[in-house]
């Protein structure tokens, strides 16, 4: 469904078929492919902007049980930690340059002093 989906023109509605198909793959035992297809939907979600979303996925998996002990394929996880790699380069590359936090202060003409004269 997501294939048709972006075929069609549609990446929301892929994203979200990707995302329904890893859930219930989950839910199925089925962690090897669900990890795969959110790999897809992270890859899928940068592509389409969304460089925080996407982080978070892949941070939410790289925290998982099986990826933090290393009974997932390593190859697996490889793919996403390039793809974070990715994303973290994708968000830093597409902001603009941070401010100050500090006001600027406008500038005084030369001579002047803070103090105000009293009369």
Do not use: K, N
């Not at 199925?28 to 939907?41: E, I, L, M, N, P």
């Not at 899928?44 to 099986?66: N, T």
């Not at 490889?78 to 990715?86: C, E, F, N, S, V």
């Not at 902001?95 to 100050?100: E, G, I, L, T």
Request: glycine letters at 6%; aromatic letters at 2%.
């Amino acid at each position: 469904m997501a294939g048709a989906c972006l075929h069609l023109g549609r990446p929301d509605e892929a994203l979200r078929h990707l995302t329904r198909s890893a859930e219930l793959d989950l839910r199925h035992g089925v962690r090897f492919d669900a990890f795969c297809t959110y790999s897809s939907a992270a890859r899928l979600s940068l592509d389409l902007g969304r460089v925080e979303d996407c982080i978070a996925l892949l941070d939410s998996l790289l925290a998982e049980p099986d990826v933090t002990t290393g009974e997932l394929d390593d190859r697996l996880i490889a793919q996403l930690r390039l793809t974070r790699a990715r994303a973290l380069h994708t968000g830093r590359t597409s902001r603009p340059p941070r401010r100050s936090s500090s006001p600027s202060r406008p500038s005084r003409p030369a001579g002047t002093t803070t103090r105000e004269a009293t009369p």
